[in-house]
Nanobody
């Protein structure tokens, strides 16, 4: 499975971005998927996850109400809608998928990773 993340960029605080993660090589419609981020000099942290059908999501507490994860299995793509962005949301965002129906907050549970897309939020 290859994952291609896109949609990152530079925005001002309060702005929005939608990240996309397109899978190829194998259908991921039966796999859980997740988004993680890594700020400069900090650890890789969980942001959001979604189960295979899109009926169950996990959102990290600090971005609840701000970020939404969704997926379109017909397009083999998962999305991360990010609203009301803050400078502290600046990071490289990675998508990942795991060979299981559910998502996970644990990065070690994921089998395949995309290359990351940079999000920069200025104040």
């Amino acid at each position: 499975v290859q994952l291609q993340a896109s949609g990152g960029g530079s925005v001002q605080a309060g702005g929005s971005l939608r990240l996309s993660c397109a899978a190829s090589g194998r259908a991921v419609s039966s796999y859980g998927m997740g988004w993680f981020r890594q700020a400069l000099g900090k650890e890789h942290v969980f942001v959001a996850g979604i189960n295979w059908s899109g009926t169950s999501t996990l959102i990290e507490d600090s971005v609840k109400g701000q970020f939404t994860i969704s997926r379109d299995n017909a397009k083999n793509t998962v999305y991360l809608q990010m609203n009301s962005l803050k400078p502290e949301d600046t990071a490289v965002y990675y998508c990942a998928t795991r060979q299981g129906y559910s998502s996970s907050t644990n990065s070690r549970a994921y089998d395949y990773w995309g290359q990351g897309t940079q999000v920069t939020v200025s104040s």
